[in-house]
């Protein structure tokens, strides 16, 4: 799976299908993402657009409201790929769900738990690997 810088400054992150609708196109924002807080209406905001990758096993439907592919108390291995504005990791698993990993740096490879899921994000602590910082 190719891999992808997220800016420390990113809002909001899901998917949606763009849609042709009277001669423009569209995208959807889940009533969700305003209600997180950190959008706001009638504001303007830079936005990109990836193609979506699915493994070969999945269908290549959209679901409308996917499950977070992780559960509490799952142990992943993970690579943290930048750093968030608090300063923790943040590392991406299946679908470009994201993984926040307090105390870690990018390049660090480590097994967390998933100590808490939200449908955008979950939260992890390291249970073994090997820091950057370490080395």
Do not use: C, W
Not at 6 to 11: G, K
Not at 35 to 52: F, M, S, V
Not at 112 to 122: G, P, Q, S
């Amino acid at each position: 799976m190719p891999s992808i810088e997220l800016p420390d400054r990113l809002l909001s992150l899901y998917t949606a299908e763009l849609k042709e609708r009277n001669g423009s196109y569209v995208i959807e924002i889940p009533s969700r993402e305003l209600q997180q807080g950190d959008l706001q209406h009638e504001e303007t905001y830079k936005i990109a657009l990836l193609p979506a990758v699915t493994a070969k096993n999945e269908p290549d439907q959209i679901q409308d409201n996917p499950k977070p592919p992780v559960q509490k108390g799952d142990v992943r291995v993970v690579e943290i790929v930048t750093i968030g504005q608090q300063g923790d990791g943040i590392a991406k698993v299946e679908r470009g769900y994201v993984v926040i990993v307090p105390e870690t740096e990018v390049g660090d490879k480590v097994a967390v738990e998933i100590t808490n899921v939200t449908e955008n994000f979950a939260l992890g602590e390291v249970t073994s690997g090997r820091s950057n910082r370490e080395q």
